[in-house]
């Protein structure tokens, strides 16, 4: 590669994520993860560094990666609307798929990717990373949030609405009775 390459994420107890690299003159520096996007060049050399980060692949315009992107947006930016939901509850995107577009990107053609699918956490406590994530479709992931109410019956737990579908109710009749202290 011509240029630098990302060794590994530096643990300067910094807010902002910064990077160890190696550029081809042999200089070994820490930068942060703004200066790597924006410009990229050894402190020592100025060589143009050519990391994971700035590595060109075309894709910017497409579907996936503003999934990627937002994705990204919801676990780490503080000031996403969506943050308070994600990564102020603590759910966080692997390193993996953070540092990686490319990454996230193979990751999700092996795994049922397709247009009009959307990736889902199975478990909803749990980190965007390969083993709790899935592609699926709007109404199967509007069957798995945090605020589906789940009802118990001889053995048996669904939303509200599947409930009511299985068993002939409108989704609001049973909410209302069970408001009203029903069981």
């Known amino acids: 590669v011509n240029g630098s390459i990302i060794l590994q994420r530096a643990n300067t107890g910094k807010k902002q994520v910064e990077w160890v690299c190696k550029c081809k003159c042999g200089n070994i520096f820490v930068t942060r993860y703004e200066h790597l996007k924006r410009s990229g060049h050894c402190p020592k050399c100025g060589r143009l560094s050519q990391s994971a980060l700035t590595q060109k692949h075309g894709k910017y315009k497409t579907k996936l990666y503003s999934v990627w992107v937002?994705?990204?947006?919801?676990?780490?930016?503080?000031?996403?609307?969506?943050?308070?939901?994600?990564?102020?509850?603590?759910?966080?995107?692997?390193?993996?798929?953070?540092?990686?577009?490319?990454?996230?990107?193979?990751?999700?053609?092996?795994?049922?990717?397709?247009?009009g699918l959307s990736i889902d956490r199975i478990d909803n406590n749990g980190n965007y990373e390969p083993g709790n994530c899935r592609w699926t479709t709007d109404f199967v992931q509007s069957?798995?949030?945090?605020?589906?109410?789940?009802?118990?019956?001889?053995?048996?737990?669904?939303?509200?609405?599947?409930?009511?579908?299985?068993?002939?109710?409108?989704p609001k009749?049973?909410?209302?009775?069970?408001?009203?202290?029903w069981t």
Not at 70 to 79: A, E, G, H, P, V
Not at 173 to 181: A, C, E, H, P, S
Request: proline fraction near 1%; glycine fraction near 8%.
């Open 70 to 115: 937002q994705i990204r947006q919801r676990c780490n930016n503080c000031k996403c609307k969506s943050y308070p939901n994600y990564g102020g509850r603590g759910i966080k995107i692997c390193q993996e798929w953070d540092e990686s577009f490319l990454s996230f990107e193979e990751w999700a053609l092996n795994n049922g990717y397709a247009e």
């Open 173 to 181: 009749v049973i909410d209302k009775r069970l408001r009203t202290g």
């Open 143 to 170: 069957r798995n949030k945090r605020n589906n109410h789940m009802i118990t019956y001889n053995g048996e737990t669904l939303t509200l609405t599947d409930m009511a579908i299985k068993y002939g109710y409108e």
